[in-house]
């Protein structure tokens, strides 16, 4: 069996082979970017719009990719194919490459680019059938932070979260910001339903302006659901009728518990119930043929 094949600045190589430069400033000073985003029957589900992401937050903090989107997704169908994949897990990285004293001025250097498409690994079922568990976390996103609004791969905050939340034997940290608002989760957006009415955070709250969020938000108007942005608390979370979160990989994930305290009568809801199938409806949609 061949080795699995990743994209690293041009070239692909076998994973096991793959380096970059120890002088890279991703690896020395955390200036970096990722996507993840999710393959359906051999098909990037929203790719367009995880570029277009990445391309707002490399003008952002001046990380420039000399790939074009099209090169990235001739990359990930080489990858496909080389790799045997139907389903995956594709993850997008770019570096603002080796460190060197251009990275004080405006004009830096291309991106080091890194492309993986492995196996996809699905969250268990029963997630889905009796709903997931959260804890929320002591750590507080920063609402005046600029990098919160990126997905950066400064991610301690959010593993420091999740070692707290599966010690708790939780899947997911949620964490509420410097004005005790709700924020997002460790590697998720949130959503509540009270009175089936649709909620979530405004972006400004502190949070990464999720893909599948936005598409979730979409489908809530095409499927007549009312839904508002708007500042959210502690109370609003614990008196939700139903709490789900949302990701590339996870899609919408219903929790039925916030720590010991019990939602939507420990099981989905009908809401959420909609909006997932009405999400895989939207999937098969655009990645079929």
């Known amino acids: 069996m061949n080795p699995a094949q990743i994209y690293v600045a ?8 793959a380096t970059v430069s120890a002088n890279d400033a991703g690896l020395l000073l955390g200036a970096g970017l990722f996507e993840t985003l999710r393959v359906y029957n051999k098909k990037p589900f929203r790719l367009a719009q995880h570029l277009e992401r990445l391309h707002r937050s490399g003008e952002f903090l001046r990380i ?19 790799n045997g994949l139907t389903e995956a897990r594709v993850r997008i990285t770019a570096t603002r490459g080796p460190l060197t004293r251009e990275l004080e001025d405006d ?13 996809m690994t699905e969250y268990p079922r029963e997630f889905y059938e009796q709903g997931a568990t959260v804890v929320v976390s002591d750590i507080r996103a920063n609402e005046t932070d600029p990098t919160v609004y990126h997905k950066t791969v400064g991610y301690t905050r959010s593993l420091l979260a999740l070692r707290d939340a599966h010690r708790a034997r939780a899947t997911e940290a949620i964490f509420f910001n410097t004005k005790n608002h ?14 089936g009415k649709l909620l979530t955070p405004p972006v400004e709250e502190g949070l990464l302006a999720g893909i599948t969020r936005a598409t979730v938000l979409e489908l809530a108007a095409a499927e007549g659901v009312p839904a508002e942005q708007r500042p959210l608390t502690i109370r609003d979370l614990l008196d939700a009728d139903e709490v789900f979160l949302t990701n590339a990989i996870m899609e919408l994930l219903p929790v039925c518990r916030v720590e010991r305290k019990e939602i ?6 009908p809401v959420w119930k909609r909006l997932a199938e009405a999400y895989k409806a939207r999937v098969v949609r655009e990645t079929a043929g």
């Not at 004009?107 to 196996?119: D, M």
């Not at 709700?182 to 009175?195: I, P, R």
């Open 10 to 17: 041009g070239q692909f190589v076998p994973a096991r082979d």
């Open 64 to 82: 420039f990719l000399g790939e074009s989107p099209r090169d990235i997704g001739r990359v990930i169908d080489q990858l496909l194919e080389l």
């Open 107 to 119: 004009e830096a250097p291309h991106a080091t680019v890194l492309i993986s498409a492995g196996p």
């Open 182 to 195: 709700l924020a997002e989760g460790a590697m998720s957006n949130v959503f509540l339903v009270k009175e």
């Open 264 to 269: 939507s009568a420990g099981r989905p809801g």
